[in-house]
Nanobody, 122 residues
Framework: QVQLAESGGGLVQAGDSLKLSCAASGHTFRTYALGWFRQAPGKEREFVARISWSGYSTHYSDSVKGRIPISSDNTKKMLYLQMNSLKKEDTAVYYC???????????????WGQGSQVTVSS
């Protein structure tokens, strides 16, 4: 079992930055990939970014590539999402998740946090 807990969400203005954190606990040494997903009102949950525990492998959705880097600290069992140049369309509930393999497919992530709301005003 893996437990995940997000923090750091809030209300910001367009162009601002915000850093999301996710604390992992449990059998994290067995997981391979950690990811961030988001779900906007009325939309399906979508992939944002993923990273391996080693930090060597990352993958991003086209909508955030180059603007919202993912990182991890294996010693602290922490996952981060540094959200820069935020846009109104980034407004969503952001979830961290853990998977046994490197994937961007939402259904292949068995472990999820409770979510953190990010609201970007124009």
């Amino acid at each position: 079992q893996v437990q995940l807990a997000e923090s750091g969400g809030g209300l910001v203005q367009a162009g601002d930055s915000l850093k999301l954190s996710c604390a992992a606990s449990g059998h994290t040494f067995r997981t391979y990939a950690l990811g961030w997903f988001r779900q906007a009102p009325g939309k399906e949950r979508e992939f944002v970014a993923r990273i391996s525990w080693s930090g060597y492998s990352t993958h991003y959705s086209d909508s955030v590539k180059g603007r919202i880097p993912i990182s991890s600290d294996n010693t602290k069992k922490m996952l981060y999402l540094q959200m820069n140049s935020l846009k109104k369309e980034d407004t969503a509930v952001y979830y961290c998740a853990a998977a046994w393999s490197s994937t961007v497919v939402t259904s292949l992530y068995p472990y999820w946090g409770q979510g953190s709301q990010v609201t970007v005003s124009s």
